[in-house]
């Protein structure tokens, strides 16, 4: 962890995302949100060489990264689906965004919803039943 420096106490600093099918999860998060991802490391993978995490980053300056991992891990309590914290993704159009999550094999699970005078959201499902939500500033 050399360079890093650590956020305010209570500062979100890592998302897990489960996955069943971390191969098909990757592709989903890659092109619906343009992410990149780090070359597995030997730390990535379980004792049969298979990858289990794969991490990505955000703005360095927010020091939030994580990964989508194969799931279940071997606490047996992160499992993919509906559940717990839902995160949202900051987009450019909600509408657009959800025609791609949609052809990459997620489900749009509700129509565009007003948050105020500020902004537009909708929420949806990833390819492996993970809830989870985009939003837009409202232009």
């Known amino acids: 962890m050399e360079g890093w420096k650590a956020p305010k106490l209570g500062s979100p600093v890592w998302i897990d995302i489960a996955s069943s099918d971390l191969t098909r999860a990757h592709k989903f998060y890659k092109t619906v949100f ?3 991802f780090n070359a597995p490391t030997a730390k990535d993978k379980d004792a049969s060489g298979n990858v289990e995490l794969a ?7 927010i020091n939030l990264t994580g990964s989508v991992r194969r799931t279940p891990e071997e ?8 559940g717990g914290i839902c995160l949202y993704w900051l987009v450019d159009d909600v509408e657009k965004i959800g025609e791609v999550i ?14 105020g005078e500020f902004g537009l ?6 390819t ?3 809830l989870g939500a985009v939003y837009a500033i409202k232009k």
């Open 128 to 130: 492996e039943g993970n």
């Open 55 to 61: 991490k990505f980053n955000f703005n360095p300056d």
């Open 75 to 82: 606490t047996g309590v992160l499992k993919p689906g509906r």
């Open 34 to 36: 343009d992410w990149t």
């Open 102 to 115: 949609e052809k990459e094999g997620g489900k749009m699970l509700s129509g565009t919803v007003k948050e």
């Open 121 to 126: 959201y909708r929420f949806f499902e990833d």
